[in-house]
């Protein structure tokens, strides 16, 4: 068995390499960016790769890459039916409207009238979001009808930029403050707004659609469960930002699993069963005592889950051990 892995600071790569090391497993870094790469990789029989949605060089070619080689028939991790909806709100909405999953009542307009005409005969608030963007970025509530109307004239006029930097370093100031960042840290936004990065450069502006979903109300966190190869799963939960509505990057976790409701974790075995998913991340709230899903992703952030507790199997037996998530996805091949 022949591994190819392409190699990103802080990604899945890092265990990854490690695993192949303590395994004694043939393994190569390459680079995936290559023009030759699906030459080299010809006598591979994995290809291993961690894309990002906030690189520029990913979000162009490395869909692209790993479904030509699935089709070539080397096995890939992320394979098509684990991440061909990555990064894309509209589609996961699809997605799970196709398998049946209790998804937050989700609605999407390419039409500006039909959107207005939607707009005006609806109850407030709505949380309107862009299809990319990942820790809460791109993603606003609009509390009346004035403040909707006026993201759709937007969304169909000049669109949005896909990073919003002001909101970001507010959010990374309110973090500074809870003494959750460095100071430092929090001018990062600040410089990009002066100079972009190559990735603000070469993006268009999202427009030419608008996405909203209902606002489930009385949540102060969200719950988030991962589970690896349909067999695994582990959780954390989020709490929201202070005074506000959004828990995804707030950077206040809870790992007890004590507060993980056990339907999110059936919930999702299920549903990443229906899927069959190498790896899916499931974004819950409540309404009421019903788990509805907000969002799914393939991807996430490996520190952020170093202090889990452990993980439940297929029997909901949960294992109180250190876990690597990544040494799992391995094991799949």
Not at 21 to 32: D, R
Not at 241 to 246: A, G, K, L, W, Y
Request: glycine fraction near 4%; hydrophobic fraction near 40%.
């Amino acid at each position: 068995m022949r591994i190819a892995i392409h190699h990103r600071k802080d990604s899945f790569s890092e265990q990854w390499i490690e695993y192949c090391e303590n395994n004694n497993i043939e393994y190569k870094v390459v680079n995936a960016y290559d023009s030759d790469i699906i030459q080299q990789l010809k006598n591979y029989d994995i290809f291993m790769w961690h894309y990002h949605h906030a690189d520029y060089r990913d979000i162009q070619i490395s869909k692209s890459i790993l479904f030509s080689l699935e089709q070539a028939g080397i096995k890939v991790f992320p394979d098509f039916k684990t991440s061909w909806y990555f990064d894309d709100k509209v589609a996961q909405k699809y997605l799970l409207e196709s398998v049946n999953a209790p998804l937050v009542p989700s609605f999407v307009f390419y039409d500006k009238k039909q959107a207005i005409n939607w707009a005006q005969n609806v109850n407030y608030p709505k949380v309107f979001k862009l299809k990319g963007g990942a820790g809460a970025s791109n993603v606003k509530l609009a509390n009346n009808k004035k403040q909707a109307l006026k993201l759709i004239n937007k969304s169909f006029g000049k669109g949005f930029k896909q990073n919003d930097y002001w909101y970001e370093f507010k959010d990374r100031w309110g973090k500074y403050q809870s003494n959750k960042m460095r100071f430092f840290q929090t001018l990062s936004p600040l410089f990009r707004i002066i100079k972009p990065r190559i990735f603000d450069k070469l993006s268009n502006n999202e427009k030419g659609y608008v996405y909203f979903q209902e606002f489930i109300p009385n949540n102060n966190s969200d719950i988030r469960v991962i589970v690896i190869g349909q067999k695994k799963a582990f959780g954390i939960k989020r709490m929201v930002r202070e005074n506000d509505f959004r828990a995804s990057g707030s950077g206040n976790i809870v790992y007890d699993i004590e507060k993980i409701p056990m339907d999110c974790v059936v919930l999702s075995f299920e549903i990443a069963n229906r899927l069959e998913s190498q790896c899916i991340a499931f974004d819950f709230v409540f309404d009421n005592d019903k788990p509805l899903i907000v969002e799914v992703s393939y991807g996430f952030a490996p520190k952020a889950y170093d202090k889990c507790e452990g993980y439940w199997d297929l029997d909901l037996v949960f294992h109180k051990e250190k876990i690597t998530p990544q040494f799992w996805m391995m094991d799949l091949f």
